[in-house]
């Protein structure tokens, strides 16, 4: 057996090092690719805030009698307020947004079979965030600058809640017909391969089988939507009442809890659309 040098072997071992290091460096690019992909967005960054405001706010909760720290649910609530206070900040992008989106909506809306989805998006979706996002502004504004601006920021940010509701109740709709759309694609697609015969498989039929994988995780993209609508439906009909924290609908507590599940599942949704 030829047997190698001291030095010859701890080259090889150094070799070994640096490829495991490259490794690292490309896994670290590619988290980066998707940190940048997801912080650029204005809507997957107010997500990311979303969750730790929640977050935030659930271990101030869970921490009111720690008696070792008396200081760390206070400073927690306090944080979850000013972030909240941030994402108002965010929203000032959102009016022209979903004004685009309005004057576009049937156009750009997407390839479907059925109009009615095309139809809501825009007369209901973009229309209720139209009277939504001036009205949050107004609030924001009457919270910060209550003595240059004298209006019951309370009151408007009750009202905007209203259009808020009526936009989840359309996003939930849309999202039930394109659910049905993709699994009206898939029963088809099915049959295709059913039908198809030994020889044609080998030929087409990894095609098909791509297309109902791209189908399959489109379906799962708007399952999640649908249980983020099913999540915020409440606590955005509570917000509309001004006293909400009185707790007339549901408690300020499960208001928050259900707003912390919401925000984890859309994270979770905008991940899986991001890694495919």
Not at 106 to 130: F, Q
Not at 173 to 194: G, N, P, V, Y
Request: net charge positive; charged share 20%.
């Amino acid at each position: 057996m030829l047997l190698r040098s001291p030095t010859a072997r701890w080259k090889n071992h150094l070799t070994k090092i640096h490829i495991g290091e490259e490794d690292d460096i490309v896994d670290l690019k590619h988290h980066k690719t998707y940190y940048c992909k997801f912080s650029a967005s204005t809507f997957t960054a107010d997500q990311g805030l979303k969750v730790l405001q929640w977050s935030s706010w659930a271990v101030s909760y869970l921490t009111k009698s720690n008696r070792s720290n008396k200081h760390l649910s206070e400073s927690l609530q306090k944080l979850s307020r000013e972030i909240s206070m941030a994402r108002h900040s965010l929203r000032l992008y959102g009016f022209f947004q979903f004004l685009e989106k309005y004057r576009n909506g049937l156009k750009a809306s997407g390839d479907w079979e059925n109009p009615l989805i095309s139809k809501i998006e825009k007369y209901v979706m973009a229309a209720s965030m139209l009277f939504y996002h001036p009205l949050e502004h107004l609030a924001y504004a009457g919270w910060q600058m209550p003595k240059l601006v004298k209006v019951d920021a309370n009151r408007y940010s009750a009202m905007s809640n209203l259009f808020l509701t009526s936009y989840i109740v359309g996003d939930f709709w849309t999202s039930c017909l394109r659910l049905a759309e993709f699994k009206k694609k898939l029963s088809i697609l099915d049959e295709i391969l059913t039908e198809m015969k030994a020889g044609d498989k080998n030929k087409s039929g990894q095609r098909i089988l791509e297309q109902q994988q791209l189908l399959l995780g489109k379906v799962r993209l708007v399952k999640l939507q649908i249980l983020c609508c099913l999540l915020l439906f409440l606590p955005s009909i509570n917000w509309s009442i001004q006293n909400w924290t009185a707790g007339l609908l549901i408690s300020e507590q499960t208001t928050n809890g259900l707003m912390l599940a919401e925000s984890y599942t859309s994270v979770y949704q905008s991940l899986c659309g991001m890694l495919g």
